[in-house]
């Protein structure tokens, strides 16, 4: 059983080396751990670095394309080096590496197809209280629209079969983590979370600039996503909500038609 870790990276060189330092070398049930880092097109040593540190493979953007499309390419290129089992974790050390193991336990027992870990959001302290608000709301709002019961939708830190990650294509270009989990409710790929822990924060996020960027980006991402793979039950509801309305003037102008007293005719001088 192989099992991949793949590391999108944008100007990491120095998160890098701890992020590497902590993965796993060796789990129960994995006979080959290789590595792969996804260099979206970072303008410091982050492609020379993973070298030094002895990632099995490199791939580089020669220009940014986004944490989706890097998220994509490291799916495809883990599958043509063998994986049978796909983990994602973030370059900026967000994730202990120790909690890999747990990550692809549901895997490796055959309870689930795609597992996403859970953070303690509560619990980090670099999480302001509107930031810890809106992932619990928007966790909501992808629970309801792909019927799982993942409590942290936007969490980096993943587990993919070989399976599931054939099945998976990525089409938006923010972020893969609301996307995935949408796209597999309607590909019959089974979900499941593990709580996981995460470490101190090394960086700013670069995913997005400012909160009322990050609202508006998932939101229009989580719109699009269930557009494209709801089309039918959308555009239903969209064309309901219009008919009741148009129904709601029809009969008040019937109600007023028929009792309301018309006018006598009058006579002109």
């Known amino acids: ?30 006979t080959t751990i290789e590595y792969l880092v996804i260099d979206d097109g970072s303008t410091d040593r982050t492609s020379e670095v993973a070298r030094e540190l002895g990632v099995h493979r490199v791939v580089r953007f020669p220009a940014r394309r986004g944490l989706a499309r890097g998220f994509e390419a490291g799916l495809r290129e883990a599958l043509a080096m063998g994986a049978d089992i796909i983990v994602n974790t973030d370059a900026d050390n967000q994730y202990q590496g120790q909690d890999i193991g747990k990550l692809i336990e549901p895997i490796l027992s055959s309870r689930a197809d795609m597992v996403v870990g859970t953070r303690p959001i509560d619990n980090i302290e670099h999480f302001s209280p509107l930031k810890k608000s809106l992932q619990k709301l928007g966790s909501g709002v992808v629970r309801t629209l792909s019927g799982s019961d993942v409590p942290d939708a936007t ?49 700013e996020s670069r995913l997005f600039k400012g909160m009322r960027a990050y ?54 001088p």
């Open 215 to 268: 609202i508006s980006r998932s939101l229009g991402t989580m719109f699009r996503v269930y557009v494209l793979y709801q089309p039918l039950r959308f555009f239903l509801t969209l064309s309901a909500l219009f008919g009741t309305g148009a129904l709601v003037l029809f009969g008040r102008f019937f109600f007023l038609y028929f009792t309301t007293p018309g006018r006598p005719a009058t006579c002109s």
């Open 1 to 30: 059983m192989k099992l991949v870790i793949q590391i999108p990276c944008l100007n990491e060189e120095a998160s890098l080396p701890a992020t590497f330092a902590d993965l796993p070398r060796s789990l129960p049930g994995i």
């Open 155 to 203: 969490s980096g830190f993943r587990a993919y079969s070989r399976e599931a990650a054939m099945k998976l294509t990525v089409l938006t270009n923010f972020t893969y983590t609301l996307e995935t989990i949408i796209q597999a409710s309607q590909k019959n790929i089974t979900v499941a979370a593990v709580p996981i822990r995460t470490n101190g924060m090394l960086r």
